[in-house]
């Protein structure tokens, strides 16, 4: 093979994985909405008024030790949310049902259980901040 034709094979394999390793990147953390109707019945976690953030974790993932720990602080500084952990090999079958692929996974339930949004991989907080607040919202106009 032609050493300029091998180098270019090359640069472009490097170009190309570079790409999608930076979308992949910046899809991390970001909050996708979900709609949905369906509330979801959690055997032995308890809702809390304004919206639960349900983590799925690993022993092993050191970024979920760090989402518990920015999850736990935004629970505990906004009123009506509650902050629940779950070991994906405790809960294999909610894993499987809400299609868990990556630890961590968040789920942000509304107080009747219906999954509101999910972010894949260590939370963005200020987005996180931002969608709260606009549930807790609708929860509050709902209830009044």
Do not use: K, N
């Not at 809390?48 to 505990?76: I, K, M, W």
């Not at 906004?78 to 996974?105: C, K, N, S, W, Y």
């Not at 999954?115 to 709260?132: C, H, M, T, Y």
Request: net charge positive; hydrophobic share 50%; proline share 4%.
């Amino acid at each position: 093979m032609d050493p300029l034709l091998a180098l270019a094979v090359v640069g472009a394999l490097v170009v190309v994985s570079t790409a999608l390793g930076l979308a992949w990147r910046s899809s991390q953390g970001r909050v996708r909405r979900t709609v949905t109707t369906d509330a979801v019945a959690l055997d032995g976690v308890e809702l809390a008024a304004g919206a639960t953030l349900l983590q799925f974790s690993s022993e092993y993932c050191s970024p979920c030790r760090a989402t518990a720990r920015v999850l736990h602080e935004l629970a505990a500084r906004t009123p009506g949310v509650a902050h629940v952990e779950l070991d994906v090999a405790e809960r294999p079958e909610l894993a499987a049902r809400f299609g868990i692929l990556q630890t961590p996974t968040t789920l942000v339930l509304d107080s009747a259980g219906r999954p509101r949004a999910r972010i894949g991989g260590a939370v963005r907080a200020d987005q996180l901040r931002a969608e709260l607040g606009r549930i807790v919202a609708s929860a509050s106009a709902v209830s009044a």
